[in-house]
């Protein structure tokens, strides 16, 4: 029995905590491929390829 309370205590310790955490993971993930296409940009632009630019839809965060 104490080991089905510390299971249901740990997943519901990782639950809240991802919870937390996927606002500031998923602002990490838009940077990084907004960073991630202007290198490629830069690199098609050199060898006169077209460049391309997604437009990334604003992220609110409700608090």
Do not use: D, W
């Not at 955490?21 to 907004?34: D, G, I, R, S």
């Not at 830069?42 to 630019?53: K, N, Q, Y």
């Amino acid at each position: 029995m104490k080991r089905y309370r510390l299971v249901v205590m740990a997943c519901s310790v990782l639950t809240t905590l991802t919870g937390c955490l996927a606002p500031f993971l998923l602002e990490q993930a838009v940077t990084n491929a907004l960073t991630e296409q202007l290198l490629l940009n830069i690199a098609r632009a050199h060898e006169h390829h077209p460049v391309h630019f997604t437009k990334t839809p604003s992220i609110t965060i409700a608090k």
